[in-house]
Nanobody
Framework: QVQLVESGGGSVQSGGSLRLSCAVS????????MGWLRQAPGKEREWVAR???????YYADSVKGRFTISRDNAKNTLYLQMNSLKPEDTAMYYC???????????????????WGQGTQVTVSS
């Protein structure tokens, strides 16, 4: 059974940094696409960043230049380094993974088979 467990969330002041981790267990091979989404109260879930197994990445415009997504296949772990955090980054952050072989990572979240339970990030001004 595949499990994704996020960690690293917390409360920081504006301008601070956090690094989220998503540990993956139960995979027999590495997921083709992995990523981070977030959902703030009263708002829709949105993509933050995605990474393909070939290393190609996608970032939402709102986080470009501040966030970095990476994956360590040896450790089966996905990371999100978040710098220069802003109050509008406050949300529950979820990691997601797909084992479907694709050339481009899907945009539709429902195409990701595996999800973590989420980790809260709160940024105060």
């Amino acid at each position: 059974q595949v499990q994704l467990v996020e960690s690293g969330g917390g409360s920081v002041q504006s301008g601070g940094s956090l690094r989220l981790s998503c540990a993956v267990s139960g995979y027999t091979d590495h997921g083709f696409c992995m990523g981070w989404l977030r959902q703030a109260p009263g708002k829709e879930r949105e993509w933050v960043a995605r990474i393909h197994s070939d290393g190609s990445t996608y970032y939402a415009d709102s986080v470009k230049g501040r966030f970095t997504i990476s994956r360590d296949n040896a450790k089966n772990t996905l990371y999100l380094q978040m710098n220069s955090l802003k109050p509008e980054d406050t949300a529950m952050y979820y990691c997601a993974a797909s084992s479907t072989p694709v050339r481009l990572c899907p945009v539709i979240p429902s195409l990701y088979q595996y999800w973590g339970q989420g980790t809260q990030v709160t940024v105060s001004s």
